[in-house]
């Protein structure tokens, strides 16, 4: 998730990354993880990084803070499917939640 | 092939969904555009799905049902025997070349285990025996160690900046997601391939794909399918 400033929205970063501020803490797919430090509007990005352990990188060049998915456990931590959200190759945007009624194989694949 | 599965499995109820992890999207598109597909193709500049679901190499599949649970993680995912040319190769090819064909011979690849189990799923949907259950699914997909989610931090970081432009600065992000997860194949073969389309060795980058390839073994160069 790349963001041009160390502090993000609170509604931007759950629309990116899943996570929701609650009063509870940071939740997502019904997991939440305390906040000890009240977090409103806005999420401070190496702050949350820390507690979600999520990695935060920086290039200071650019300007720039990426920050990763949370670690620590697996690689998928529900079996319910991300809501994928990529361009087509007509740069349409595509939902994977648009195939709710299907079985979906979805099949990475590279021109290289 | 995958569009001709998808076709005759369509009026069943099953939909393919193709994600080319691709840096460079033009490239991507023309590719995609000689196939014209009739079902949703996208394009992951970002290889996302790396950083989303733990994949690692191409081809990964991953099935869906029809709640939006899925049912098998990521794991490689032929339709059918990849063509390396089976037979002699002929004096005039390049030895690079001539050594990579040799290497990826003997690459497993599973094909018609993995799609008669498809065909399974499609046809008896949560009964099928190749639909895992959610706990199963979770436990099957990769570990997720801090210095695999800082790759994909670095290598996301470093596919924006290839995509503004930036090639340069792209380098040393790749460069540390490729350190920090040396079995990543989508992450070294992106950044191999843009430097040379043979994926050979550059002054760029530490490894390339032949010298990688017999490093890891081919044997391992995809987990064994575990239908």
């Given amino acids: 998730v790349i963001s041009t400033t160390i502090d993000v929205s609170a509604a931007e970063f759950a629309r990116r990354t899943g996570w929701e501020i609650k009063p509870e803490g940071a939740c997502k797919e019904g997991r939440c993880v305390p906040l000890p430090e009240v977090v409103t509007d806005s999420v401070h990005l190496?702050?949350?990084?820390?507690?979600?352990?999520?990695?935060l990188v920086h290039d200071e060049a650019a300007a720039l803070w990426c920050l990763g998915p949370a670690s620590g456990g697996k690689a998928l931590s529900s079996a319910l499917a991300p809501e994928l959200e990529l361009p087509d190759w007509r740069g349409e945007t595509f939902r994977l939640s648009s195939l709710r009624g299907s079985k979906v194989l979805m099949v990475a694949w590279a021109s290289w | 092939v995958w569009q001709e599965l998808r076709d005759k499995w369509h009026d069943s109820g099953f939909e393919l969904v193709t994600v080319a992890l691709d840096a460079n999207v033009e490239v991507a598109r023309g590719v995609i555009a000689q196939v014209a597909p009739n079902h949703p193709s996208l394009i992951d500049q970002e290889h996302s799905l790396d950083a989303l679901l733990g994949v690692v190499n191409v081809p990964s599949g991953v099935w869906i049902d029809e709640g939006?649970?899925?049912?098998?993680?990521?794991?490689?995912?032929?339709p059918r025997r990849a063509s390396y040319g089976d037979g002699p190769?002929?004096?005039?090819?390049p030895e690079r070349l001539r050594d990579m064909l040799l290497e990826a011979r003997r690459i497993q690849t599973n094909p018609e285990t993995y799609v008669a189990a498809l065909q399974d799923w499609t046809e008896n949907g949560s009964e099928s025996r190749y639909a895992l259950p959610p706990e199963v699914v979770v436990e099957r997909s990769r570990p997720r160690p801090f210095e695999e989610a800082l790759a994909a931090a670095h290598f996301e970081l470093g596919a924006y900046l290839h995509h503004a432009g930036q090639a340069e600065a792209a380098l040393p992000h790749w460069r540390e997601a490729h350190r920090l997860q040396p079995d990543n194949?989508?992450?070294?073969?992106?950044?191999?391939?843009?430097a040379d389309?043979?994926?050979g060795p550059t002054d760029l980058y530490e490894g390339d794909w032949l010298g990688d390839v017999r490093k890891t073994g081919a044997e391992n160069y995809y987990p064994p399918l575990r239908m």
Avoid: C, H, N
């Avoid at chain 1, 190496?46 to 990695?55: D, S």
């Avoid at chain 2, 190769?89 to 090819?93: K, V, W």
């Fill in chain 1, 46 to 55: 190496p702050y949350i990084a820390k507690l979600l352990k999520m990695p």
């Fill in chain 2, 185 to 194: 194949w989508t992450y070294k073969r992106q950044a191999w391939s843009l």
């Fill in chain 2, 89 to 93: 190769l002929p004096d005039s090819m």
């Fill in chain 2, 197 to 199: 389309p043979l994926q």
């Fill in chain 2, 68 to 78: 939006g649970v899925m049912v098998r993680p990521p794991e490689p995912a032929f």
